[in-house]
């Protein structure tokens, strides 16, 4: 099993910036990609990032490219994405997860086997 714990969610105006972090404990041998999804109220949850585990690859939805940066710290097992010029539409519940497959297979909720907590992100117009 794989431990996620998500930390540095909260509240900030529209073109604010936070950074959220994700420490991953247990069996980190067996992940191969790191992502962050979120979730709004009402809506999907969604895919926003990913990085291979080696950190050498990293992709981004359409909507957070050029704003937001996921990066890894390997001798941390920590991963962050810094998220910057925040919108309202960012608010959403950001959930740190882990999956076995290959960074260019790992895109879907499906695709990841273990999950965090989540975070609350509130960006304020």
């Known amino acids: 099993q794989v431990q996620l714990v998500e930390s540095g969610g909260g509240l900030v105006q529209a073109g604010g910036s936070l950074r959220l972090s994700c420490a991953a404990s247990?069996?980190?041998?067996?992940?191969?990609?790191m992502g962050w999804f979120r979730q709004a109220p009402g809506k999907e949850r969604e895919f926003v990032a990913a990085i291979s585990w080696s950190g050498s690859s990293t992709d981004y939805t359409d909507s957070v490219k050029g704003r937001f940066a996921i990066s890894r710290d390997s001798a941390k097992n920590t991963v962050y994405l810094q998220m910057n010029s925040l919108k309202p539409e960012d608010t959403a519940v950001y959930y740190c997860a882990a999956s076995p497959a290959q960074f260019h297979a790992a895109r879907l909720k499906a695709d990841f086997a273990s999950w965090g907590q989540g975070t609350q992100v509130t960006v304020s117009s």
């Open positions: 247990g069996r980190t041998f067996s992940i191969l990609t």
